[in-house]
């Protein structure tokens, strides 16, 4: 067809189209002239016209926005710099991540290019390679990497180690990870955070994905640094929030979960936010699913801000209350009273996976060991993986344990047999262990301790004639004894509010600073003690008498009817249990606890 | 490394000839459209009505300088948006089509999410350039017409407005090239 013909076409069709539709074919056969060719054209364009939906009626990338989300920027064998494009790994917010050759030095890299819209403000940009290179001057097994921050044709890029393995989302994805493995995992992220902090870096987004598990089970934290260039430009709360809502349906909508309250609230950030992130990734690796889940995003970020989540012990009871006390400890909303840095944290998680370590093996090596009877009462347990030991080294382990045990097993038939010698107890005989405070507002003082009277020594007093067993742990701190006490199977523990709960529920933190990480093992071992030990839990202080025990009960659902309050402060300052009426309140709650009447 | 302003002074080189600016501008807008399209798909729901400029739009606001003077006109970058949505579609299905001849596993580009989101037809992106390149050897305004309402997902208002023509007449010519097409490629 020429111009010329078209032209034609177009003003009889159009002419046509002004018809009533009766009208058109009348009019048509008066316009075409008799040229048929010319009248079946226009009939056919107007035919195409009437026809309901089309391709056409929608914009193109309606059609073609799968296509282009789905489309990898660069493509296999494609050259960046001196990096070759061997494959795609993976898509994220920030980016996408290929597979490629480094042709200088002929190794696999990792290449993650950053999407135009994260670089086109310099400053930003410069704030992120700052970062990058510090990150990548760390030097940790537990960091990825970085080789290289550079850029080629217009483009950014990272390149980094290339690790076979799985990402930890991944990994969760399967299901719910064992003790030992959550444990392990966690203390090598924790570890990874605690250096970069150290260095001043914070990640801020800690999470799942930026996880990889090598195939060896090295874990390697990836991302530093990257999300703080994902940020808004603004900086002004509301503008934040703003920011987050609208992020909310676009890329970076999977890590409103791993979110800090101060992060969703969009308030200045520091290293206490990984703290946080990181709870929630330990809370998901035992549970399979995460602390604060919502159906949308908005749901998520209440949750974050305002609710506290479901006791991991509801999901097993085989989570020890030691690393819940550890998860709610990273989960805590003021980041003032959370962990405040991840070198306490890292602590934390390492003392109780040695002590669960030591218990497993006592389980493993001792038991056979031991009589029947008080194999059958050794409560059940979570078998705990202790992936970082060796062979050798768990032989070792057990020699040494043996030995200790066969020492410890000779002190308590000592001390039983001497209690049975004096109150003629049989085996059946409840046992009551007392235990005083280690700490400053001990009551203990030169003029009773002449008389041998701390506290425990005049509860002693007290309960003497009673059908029980009675140890006092009065003369060693809590943490040097709890796994002999409770090895005891004791029927009731009495105990001094200072040596049980302050720290654990987060009041007079500072002045019970020193009792903070024996209280934490301490729960540990509560979870592998006699399930059905009661705590009867003294106090002087009116003002918190019961709240901190609620508290305690409300974060610890294993202890729910199990803990005990009393409020001794009828007594005198430092001998309260001298007091008659505070002696015979006590008598009567042991024998009401455990039973005698 | 491109700012703002670059991407603003490109646009203007481009419009006024300079190929070599387009070859520096794909890459950054195509990246901006991309980011767009995987919002978008995430936000929309079949049989949800899009706002007919929101793709180039969104890119409009990400990647223009609003304080430049040198490029006010959003109409002049929505024109440019649409030839460029054009040209990065095309080229896509190309690669796509010279992939699947290739058997390459690593370039098998998934359309199946945009296909359950749509209810129209498939569109032969190729197919649709040529018919579209005839069109332009036969009348070059309904040409321009059909780029900016189906590649830039203007409305008749705003092609109006870009093409400096009336509105009735795009209204005209629309209805002819879209019968054209449907003829031609359905």
């Known amino acids: 067809m020429t111009p010329e013909g078209w032209r034609q076409v177009r003003d009889i069709f159009h002419a046509a189209l002004d018809r009533a539709v009766g009208e058109r074919s009348a009019f048509l056969e008066g316009a075409c002239g008799g040229d048929e060719a010319l009248r079946q054209e226009v009939e056919s364009l107007i035919a195409a016209h009437e026809k309901d939906g089309s391709f056409i009626d929608s914009p193109a990338y309606e059609a073609a926005a799968g296509m282009l989300a789905s489309d990898p920027e660069l493509t296999v064998g494609q050259k960046i710099g001196h990096y070759e494009i061997l494959s795609t790994l993976g898509k994220g917010g920030m980016g996408e991540v290929y597979l490629a050759r480094d042709t200088k030095l002929s190794r696999k890299v990792a290449l993650k290019v950053l ?103 090295i874990v390697k934290v990836l991302d530093f640094g990257l999300a703080k260039l994902a940020q ?110 991840a070198r306490e944290l890292l602590t934390d998680l390492r003392r109780l996976r040695q002590r669960l370590s030591v218990a497993a093996e006592l389980e493993r090596s001792v ?127 009495v105990i001094h509010r200072s040596c049980f709960a302050d720290a654990a529920v987060g009041f007079d933190l500072a002045a019970t600073q020193v009792a ?24 002087r202080r009116a003002d918190d008498h019961g709240t901190w025990a609620a508290e305690l009960e409300k974060r610890f659902p294993k202890l729910n009817g199990r803990v005990f309050t009393m409020n001794v402060a009828g007594g005198p300052e430092r001998a309260t249990f001298r007091d008659p009426a505070t002696a015979s309140a006590l008598r009567q709650q042991v024998l009401s606890l455990l039973g005698l009447h | 490394m491109q700012r703002p302003e670059g991407i603003t002074q490109l646009l203007v080189d481009w419009s006024h000839g300079d ?101 129209q037809p498939e569109v032969d992106l190729l197919a649709l350039h040529e018919a579209l390149n005839e069109l332009k050897a036969l009348d070059q305004q309904q040409e321009r017409i059909v780029e900016l309402r189906f590649f830039g997902g203007l409305s008749i208002e705003e092609t109006a407005e870009v093409l400096h023509i009336g509105h009735a007449t795009v209204e005209r010519d629309w209805k002819m090239a879209r019968a054209w097409l449907r003829r031609k490629l359905e």
């Not at chain 1, 030992?180 to 570890?191: K, M």
């Not at chain 1, 990480?517 to 106090?539: A, D, H, M, R």
């Not at chain 2, 006109?73 to 990065?88: E, K, T």
């Open chain 1, 232 to 341: 808004s430009r603004r900086t002004g709360p509301e503008d934040s929030t703003r920011a987050l809502v609208k992020t909310s349906t676009g890329v970076v909508m999977g890590t409103v979960a791993y979110m800090s309250p101060e992060q969703a609230r969009g308030l200045s950030l520091d290293a206490r936010t990984d703290i946080w992130s990181l709870g929630v990734v330990i809370y998901e690796m035992l549970t399979g699913c995460g602390p604060f889940a919502g159906a949308t995003s908005s749901d998520t970020l209440v949750s974050i801000l305002e609710r506290e989540p479901r006791s991991l012990n509801s999901f097993s009871p085989e989570i020890p209350e030691a690393l819940e006390w550890i998860v709610i400890k990273a989960l805590t909303k003021d980041c003032d009273d959370r962990y405040q840095t």
């Open chain 1, 367 to 493: 038991a056979p060991d031991l009589s029947e009877g008080a194999a059958a009462k050794r409560p059940t347990r979570a078998s705990v993986t202790t992936a970082p030991y060796g062979r050798s080294k768990k032989v070792g382990w057990a020699l040494v344990l043996v030995a200790v045990i066969a020492l410890l097993a000779t002190v308590v038939i000592w001390k039983r047999g001497a209690f049975w010698f004096k109150s003629g107890a049989s085996q059946g005989t409840p046992v009551v262990v007392l235990m005083d405070s280690p700490l400053p507002d001990r009551v203990y003082d030169p003029e009773t301790r002449k008389n041998g009277g701390t506290n425990a020594d005049d509860i002693t007093d007290i309960l003497r004639d009673l059908p029980v067993v009675i140890e006092k742990e009065n003369t060693s701190p809590l943490w040097h004894r709890e796994d002999q006490v409770l090895r005891e199977g004791p029927s009731l523990i």
């Open chain 2, 19 to 119: 190929q070599k600016a387009l070859d520096k501008l794909m890459p950054l807008v195509y990246s901006e459209l991309r980011r767009q399209a995987g919002n978008y798909l995430r936000r929309e729901r079949p049989g949800h009505t899009l706002q007919p400029t929101a793709l180039v739009n969104e890119a409009y606001l990400k990647l223009i300088d609003q304080k430049n003077a040198k490029w006010q006109n959003r109409a002049q970058f929505f024109g440019v948006a649409a030839q460029l949505m054009r040209r990065i579609l095309v080229d896509h299905a190309r690669q796509h089509q010279a992939a699947k001849r290739g058997g390459s596993d690593q370039q098998r580009f998934s359309i199946t999410s945009a296909e359950k989101l749509v209810k």
């Open chain 1, 516 to 539: 903070d990480n024996k209280i934490e093992s301490f729960l540990g071992y509560i979870s592998l003690g006699n399930p059905n030990t009661k705590f009867l839990v003294y106090t």
């Open chain 1, 115 to 217: 999407p135009g819209a994260f670089t086109q403000d310099q400053e930003r940009l410069r704030r992120f390679e700052q970062e990058a290179r510090a990150a990548s001057a760390l030097n940790h097994p537990n960091i990825l990497t970085i080789f290289e921050i550079g850029e080629a044709e217009g483009r950014h890029y990272i390149a980094t180690e290339f690790i076979e393995g799985e990402t930890l989302g991944q990994r969760i994805a399967v299901g719910p990870l064992k003790l030992g493995e959550t444990l392990n995992i966690a203390e090598q992220i924790t570890s990874a955070l605690s250096a970069a902090h150290g260095a001043g870096i914070v990640h801020r987004d800690v999470k799942p994905e930026n996880i990889m598990i090598r195939r060896d089970g």
